[in-house]
């Protein structure tokens, strides 16, 4: 999804954030991407162009109890048109409270998709950890795997810029968004999906390109994507 595209007369993110409150879906973390593309915008958007600032992939979270989930899900299947939505379990070690407000109740029942009750379960994810001065081939390491991702015709990659940090090579000090000295390297989050067989042929390739970071893969259950023209 990107930043600019449109639901029900505002913009797709604050429309999934309203419809995640009417799921009764306690909390929601919006995350705006620095460098990614997807299936309706093939061309590789950058946070620092303006003129492609609109297509920035837009990244919504949401954690919940399964009831909550199941309720949400048809909402995003219905009001996502271009895509991808990805559930998975998760183990909560700590929350705040619960409190007995409105915001437990659903104000609407909805009808779940087909695509939920038969997630597509061939998917796996890719998240890579680097530091933002790490290069390839003369280019840093994140822009150079999104580049490489969309030429290996994946579904799509998003790269997340950390605010602060630290890691291998940064070790001694940690970085900090907003202080220039300090914030050469801050930590890239690259995330990239798509069928199992298709993340085997593309990780030896990731391995050769990450020297300072970490690779993690993870199978996902997939309940909405969009179609393949």
Known sequence: MAEGDLGQGKLLYQTLIDAARQSGIAGITVLRTAVGYGQSYRSISVDWMMELAPQMIMVLIAIDQLEAIARYIPRVQALVEYGLAVKEPVTVVHHAPVLSDKLAQPTQQFTPFTDQ???????????????????????????????????????????????????????????????????????MVITIIDQTDKIEQFLPLVQNMVGGGIVVRDAINVVHRTPVK
């Open 117 to 187: 009750e038969n997630p597509m379960t061939d998917f796996e994810r890719l998240t890579i950890y680097v530091g933002e001065s790490e290069q390839w081939q003369g280019k840093p390491v994140h822009l150079a795997l999104v580049e490489e991702a969309r030429r290996h015709r994946l579904v799509g990659a998003t790269v997340v810029r950390g605010m602060t940090g630290y890691g291998r090579h940064s070790h001694e000090r940690i970085m900090f968004l907003g202080i220039i000295e300090l914030s050469s390297d801050l930590p």
